[in-house]
């Protein structure tokens, strides 16, 4: 499963929406992707041909934007937040491989 995720807050709605776009869904994902969005609305759906995966963008509100960053730090893809007035990138949760361990000495 390697799947990023791009997310954003949606700035048009007073309550805490955020949409998500998730890349490179393979056929084989989509029952992990199913089982991991099902709470979310879906908004839009596309395909990458050079990579013969598909996109889709899906939303969700939720009551705080703690809620939110608790419920992406739970997430086993990689999401990164996107922040209108920066402009920048922020790696919410890395994907379970990729944290490195701690080692007890």
Not at 19 to 27: A, C
Request: hydrophobic letters at 30%; proline letters at 1%.
């Amino acid at each position: 499963m390697k799947m990023d995720a791009y997310a954003w807050r949606a700035e048009c709605t007073e309550n805490h929406t955020y949409k998500i776009q998730v890349d490179d869904i393979k056929h084989g994902d989509k029952t992990t992707f199913s089982k991991l969005f099902k709470d979310w609305e879906e908004k839009a759906t596309g395909w990458n041909i050079k990579k013969n995966t598909q996109v889709k963008i899906i939303s969700r509100n939720f009551s705080s934007e703690k809620e939110w960053v608790e419920w992406a730090k739970t997430c086993p893809i990689k999401i990164y937040e996107i922040k209108y007035r920066a402009g920048s990138e922020k790696i919410i949760q890395r994907s379970c491989k990729t944290r490195k361990k701690r080692v007890s000495k």
